[in-house]
């Protein structure tokens, strides 16, 4: 079972913020920004080169899970950067997808 896959069945522990049977949202551990939640499906699914048609209302699901973690945290007004790094060039460290919300700070452009 891979990292995220554990959180999601609390097999390692995590601050989690919001969660329904599809997806958890949970605090990132070395926080970039103020504000930096990690929003996945709880199936595994390594990246987002993996999903496929079938699975778009579960990508719609992670993502409004950002948007939740993102509004519960107070950013709505000053915005928040969603970013799903995929693959070895965008720097993925970890196997299952993932969609990070990162706020509270001005964001550069583009990215490093
Ligand atoms: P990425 O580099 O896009 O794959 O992002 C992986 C993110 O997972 C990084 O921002 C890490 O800080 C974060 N991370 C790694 N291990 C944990 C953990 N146990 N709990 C929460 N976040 C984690
Ligand atoms: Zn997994």
Known sequence: MCLFCKIASREVPAKIL?????????????PAAPT?????????LASLDD?????????GRVLL?????????????????VVLNTGRDAGQSVA??????LGGRAMAWPPG
């Open 36 to 44: 930096h939640v990690l929003a996945i499906p709880k199936r595994h």
């Open 96 to 101: 299952h997808l993932h969609a990070h919300a």
């Open 51 to 59: 999903a496929e048609p079938g699975d778009a209302l579960l990508l």
């Open 18 to 30: 919001f969660e329904d049977d599809d997806v958890l949202a949970f605090a990132d551990i070395h």
């Open 65 to 81: 899970a950002a948007q939740r973690a993102a509004r519960e945290a107070g950013l709505a007004a000053s915005g928040y950067r």
